[in-house]
């Protein structure tokens, strides 16, 4: 019995995996806000399911691993270390890693159920993968075969700049910039760059994301707009990841958000924006993109991780 626990910088996800044929079985799975009691939850969690008997555990944190492998998490505050996680959930030694690279390690073991196609041609086999999705932060990772199999590379590339490429984003992008300072990807392409995107493009109004999600299904323009923005912006930096990374295996979105809106998020805007980087539009044209449907891949990864790793 494997322990897995995602802390994501809003809601945190404990869950048990054991091997189930070919596959992985997350069972038992309990949601609880984000808080610094995290270790106590842990420890309660384990006790009272399985009377504090796994094998191994293995964790995913919102933030980038410091030099000393702990995770302070970037949209809230609670750090993670691996050494206390390890001693909460009672076993010698406990895996820590960023959310996203969890998320990229279960790419290979998602079925195609579990993946909504989303334009683009067919995946180059052996080439690397982008993966990155917003949710309270917008995280990212790179996924790639090599030598014993495997990798994916953590990273942060939420927090890279974003640019204005047409005149409707630069003056969207100049109010944001001066209410809020630099902005980076993750200042638009999560849950409060929605926020603040909307208040940018409504005349300062409030919403939260839900709620222009809902003013968005009305039609209501200025929702309509932060969604179309929101939608032009991912794809930019979609393909972004996507040269960088040289991901002709794929790119996946995952994340909070874009399960949500479901049918409603619109595939052809983001594939436009995605694909206009001449000289590279035909490159970037053929690597398909997909919409993890997957409800747990983050703790689907850390089970195989945990497996791979005893």
């Known amino acids: 019995m494997i322990l897995v626990g995602d802390v994501g910088g809003t809601r945190t996800r404990l869950a048990f995996a054991e091997r189930a044929g070919d596959g992985w079985h997350i069972t038992g799975i309990e949601e609880r806000r984000t808080a610094p009691d995290i270790l106590e939850a842990v420890t309660v969690f384990v006790r009272a399911a399985v009377g504090g008997r796994v094998s191994a555990a293995a964790f995913s944190g919102?933030?980038?691993?410091?030099?000393?492998?702990?995770?302070?998490?970037?949209?809230?505050?609670?750090?993670?270390?691996?050494?206390?996680?390890a001693e909460a959930a009672g076993v010698a030694r406990?895996?820590?890693?960023?959310?996203?690279?969890?998320?990229?390690?279960?790419?290979?073991?998602?079925?195609?159920?579990?993946?909504?196609?989303?334009?683009?041609?067919?995946p180059v086999p052996g080439e690397p993968i982008a993966v990155l999705g917003p949710g309270t932060g917008l995280g990212t990772a790179i996924g790639a075969k090599g030598p014993g199999g495997w990798h994916a590379i953590q990273g942060d590339g939420g927090h890279a700049d974003l640019a204005p490429v047409d005149d409707e984003e630069l003056e969207v992008w100049q109010q944001m910039r001066r209410a809020h300072g630099r902005l980076s990807a993750e200042s638009v392409l999560s849950g409060p760059g929605l926020e603040r995107l909307y208040a940018a493009v409504g005349d300062g109004a409030r919403r939260s994301a839900a709620e222009i999600d809902a003013a968005a299904w009305r039609g209501e323009p200025a929702a309509l707009k932060a969604h179309a923005l929101f939608t032009r912006w991912l794809g930019r930096v979609a393909g972004n990841l996507a040269l960088t990374a040289g991901a002709r295996g794929g790119v996946y979105l995952a994340g909070g958000i874009l399960p949500r809106w479901g049918e409603r998020f619109d595939v052809a805007a983001f594939r436009r924006a995605f694909e206009d980087k001449a000289p590279y539009t035909e490159w970037l044209r053929a690597i398909p993109a997909y919409l993890v449907t997957h409800p747990q891949p983050g703790l689907l990864g850390l089970a195989v991780l945990a497996e791979a790793s005893a």
């Open 94 to 122: 406990a895996l820590l890693v960023n959310d996203f690279r969890a998320i990229a390690e279960a790419i290979p073991h998602l079925s195609s159920e579990a993946l909504r196609p989303c334009g683009g041609g067919q």
């Open 62 to 85: 919102a933030g980038a691993p410091a030099a000393d492998g702990s995770i302070r998490l970037t949209n809230a505050d609670v750090k993670l270390d691996a050494r206390e996680l």
